[in-house]
């Protein structure tokens, strides 16, 4: 079965110009320097802002 009319090429990359993936946006923990989302608690140290920090348990090998 055939396409009833050719969809051009620009026509079809106006309808999928909003399919594009939006990059992951990181910051740098203050207490430690490594990569966490904002407004989240770090997963190495547990820091969260200057009057809250998160309780990490270490594992155990």
């Known amino acids: 079965m055939l396409p009833v009319q050719k969809i051009s090429k620009s026509r079809k ?3 999928r110009s909003h399919h594009a993936l939006t990059p992951i946006h990181y910051v740098r923990c203050p207490q430690c ?9 770090c ?14 348990k270490e594992e155990s090998k």
Request: contains cysteine; glycine residues 8%; charged residues 20%.
């Open 43 to 56: 997963d190495n140290c547990g820091y969260v802002n200057p009057s809250l920090a998160l309780q990490i």
């Open 13 to 15: 990359r106006k309808r």
């Open 33 to 41: 320097g490594n990569a966490k989302l904002p407004h989240c608690a």
